[in-house]
């Protein structure tokens, strides 16, 4: 088994576009990746590449834009992990001796015609009877409130937190530059009690792609390497049961697998990009990824442990979903193109400072307690 | 790296029900699978699931249905190759030596509220401006005629043998149980010249599914597992060079790639499951696969080199596309149980007699110049 490194990384502007054409965005992320990493494109030997809702052949029509045709190209769906399953599935094609080198992408085009809403599955009885992700997010954040006491005050810290530092993000849209005051959170519009208009991700479009190389090549292209030294997806439900508990088994099981893999601790994490649709989501996902004991998420942001000089992980310096919105496919890749500028130093504003190890956590689908999702862990360092 | 077997397969009824739940055709063909392997599905560590149009986290939704969650779960998209994706995805897992148990599954139901049509991409403007499939495989045809003097006779003869067949297999409803004969072909009603109703596929719904097991475990279920000896998906211009020239070029190029790397030419395969969607595609993948010279498909056919027991390959010999239909995911999943089954001598009325290497082939997408699509080959052999 080889060593995998990110050797490059890049992303689209991540906001509003209706007018943009997802390809066109794809095409973007592919040649800053492309470019930065110095590998000539004509090496790149397999691509897989995360969406969920771009049509048939998805990958194959953005690396034509960028002139790459040829390679096993893997179009992979995992709800909103279907970019980490791309990460995934290009570092097992390298992990495992296939190839020396790979592009992960991830795309999502949520604007346009529909006013940005995701597509409602007929046969989910849950979300066409009005159980979607707001809502089913907002019971979990009632069950948490009281069964440990956390406060709609600590829910909106999040996003208090997260906006401030998608301010300082230049991969951002200027309209997305809004920094927000607590009581704006509390007060904005109710979409879903006690999450109001500004707990929740704004709608966005974008794209972000990554190369990975084997331990064999990585050197030749860069000195600054960033190692993924664990990649875990796995399967099952995003609550344990169904709505009676609300922690994320999960995001608990994939990030207890990722740190078995690793050998690293929740303790060693320096920076954490994790899956912050709602607020409520960054405070249950401090829990699972054992940042502070189930009950104490809501403490953790407010004794600002999660904060870029904060005395625990720093969690989303780019502003996460809360910040940057969630363009489906893209936002796993983009958690990864985020941790390696933060290991390199790279990150511009929202640098955390001598970052050496980083987490990213993303979960998809599995909603009800009848479905299933995904979930993906990956944990860098350099 | 491991050899990698199949050991169980199973399959739905093709054909059309459009009363039916995609994910329960799945669980059919799913349980089959691991009821006739003998495998403890607690044990299978890996899934691929193949579908290009229905909706996120498709094989989640169905493992559940089969009572299997946690393993990683990758839904995999190729159009028409998502199923071959699919098989090559797990087979990868274990040739490397990841895993030793997998399964590999696809499904689509493509009748219901709108009568079956694929949806039209609408940035797709080939398609948008009619260019669609049957319009596509009828300019093949036509240059086909052109350059090599192929007749509309010959081009029927692929639809009368496949249809034939496709009576002989219990795998398709009832309803497609209709041999045809030449005229009757030749005069349906035109669809696209010179493709007639009945030398398209019909409107199909089905779902299939493969158990794939490394070399340190094969044997512990079955005393006849069948080797994958090549697994090859790239991709590519399905046309040369557009309208211009007629060959498949990512047809050629995978399988020139699948026969290098299994040392197997294509004068060692015995039956062949092959992407013939319209008649003149299983022609010019004769060619396209090396079982007769460029230009020679149509005399392959009138000399009945193609049939069970012909004196060339037996192709299409489960009835192919054009007899059970196309649900897209499934097929190319159906493609390798149908070879796993005639490996083992257990295809029923439709065996091919003493067949010891099979080759199953699906091209998905590309139809226009400008875009890419996928091709799968895979080659088994006991």
């Known amino acids: ?15 509003p576009f209706p007018d943009s054409i997802v390809h066109e965005l794809c095409h973007q992320a592919t040649w800053e990746a492309i470019t930065s990493s110095g590998v000539d494109a004509r090496k790149l030997q397999v691509c897989y590449a995360g969406h969920a809702y771009q ?10 834009k960028s002139g790459l045709t040829g390679m096993p190209v893997f179009n992979v769906e995992n709800a909103c992990a279907s970019g980490a399953s791309a990460v995934m599935g290009v570092y097992i094609m390298i992990k495992t001796g296939l190839y020396d080198l790979g592009i992960a992408l991830g795309g999502e085009k949520l604007t346009g015609a529909d006013g940005g809403f995701l597509p409602i599955v007929m046969d989910d009885l849950d979300s066409t009877n009005g159980r979607v992700m707001p809502a089913a997010f907002a019971m979990i954040a009632k069950r948490h409130m009281e069964k440990y006491g956390t406060t709609t005050e600590q829910l909106a810290k999040v996003a208090v937190k997260n906006k401030k530092y998608a301010c300082l993000n230049t991969r951002i849209a200027e309209k997305y530059h809004k920094p927000v005051t607590l009581e704006e959170v509390l ?15 704004p709608v966005s479009d974008g794209a972000a792609a990554v190369i990975l190389a084997s331990e064999k090549v990585a050197r030749q292209y860069t000195s600054k390497p960033v190692e993924i030294v664990a990649s875990v997806l796995n399967s099952g439900l995003r609550t344990k049961y169904g709505l009676i508990e609300y922690r994320s088994e999960m995001s608990a099981r994939a990030a207890k697998e990722a740190y078995e893999m690793s050998g690293i601790g929740p303790e060693d994490i320096n920076v954490c990009e994790l899956h912050d649709p709602f607020t409520i989501a960054e405070i249950v996902h401090y829990e699972d990824l054992g940042f502070c004991e189930p009950g104490e ?8 442990k999660s904060e870029i000089n904060g005395k625990g992980v720093a969690v989303s310096p780019s502003g996460g979903l809360l910040g940057r919105g969630h363009p489906l496919g893209a936002t796993g890749v983009a958690q990864i193109a985020e941790i390696f500028w933060q290991l390199r130093g790279e990150a511009g504003a929202h640098q955390v400072v001598n970052a050496k190890v980083g987490l990213a956590h993303v979960v998809g689908g599995g909603v009800t307690s009848i479905e299933s999702g995904a979930c993906g862990v990956h944990i860098l360092k350099v």
Chains 1, 2 share one sequence.
């Open 1 to 15: 088994m080889s060593k995998v490194f990110v050797i490059g990384a890049g992303m689209s502007t991540f906001g």
């Open 55 to 64: 049509g048939p052949c998805f990958g194959q029509k953005t690396l034509v």
């Open 297 to 304: 998420g809501g403490l953790y942001i407010d004794e600002g």
């Open 187 to 201: 007060q904005a519009p109710m979409i879903a009690d006690p999450l109001t208009r500004l707990s929740c991700c």
